[in-house]
């Protein structure tokens, strides 16, 4: 059987794309080329489904939500709030898994966060 090798791209409507990539480069330091490619660094990637009433995504309208792994949630939730960024006040623990947290992007798509154990 052929398997997938890894996510290869994630897509997202936007009313103003350079807008938004903008924002994901200067408040997230994702740093992709003029095409949109970006060399992650290698560790774990989560794929999960969760039922269709799910309110861990914020709005209901939003299928999907994107999980980046970050180094300090604490502190890039602080560089986040600095520039003005939508951060839920709240964050979670869970044993083993570790830290998450969530801001909003300017067009509405809710971001987790996630600082591994």
Same mark, same amino acid.
């Given at each position: 059987m052929e398997r997938v090798l890894g996510i290869g791209g994630y897509f997202l409507r936007a009313a103003d794309p350079a807008a938004l990539s903008a924002w994901y480069r200067d408040c997230l330091g994702l740093d992709a080329d003029e095409t949109g490619l970006?060399?992650?660094?290698?560790?774990?990637?989560? %794929?999960?489904?969760?039922?269709? *009433?799910?309110?861990?995504?914020?709005? /209901? @309208?939003?299928?999907?939500?994107?999980? %980046?792994?970050?180094?300090?949630? *604490?502190?890039?939730?602080?560089?986040? /709030? @600095?520039?003005g960024a939508d951060v839920a006040e709240e964050t979670q623990e869970m044993d083993g898994v570790g830290r998450f947290g969530w801001v909003t992007d300017p067009e509405g798509n809710r971001i987790e966060l996630w600082q591994p154990a």
């Open positions: 970006w060399r992650q660094g290698a560790g774990p990637t989560v %794929f999960a489904a969760f039922e269709s *009433d799910t309110d861990y995504f914020g709005s /209901r @309208a939003q299928q999907t939500m994107l999980n %980046f792994r970050v180094r300090d949630l *604490d502190a890039m939730l602080a560089q986040l /709030r @600095a520039k």
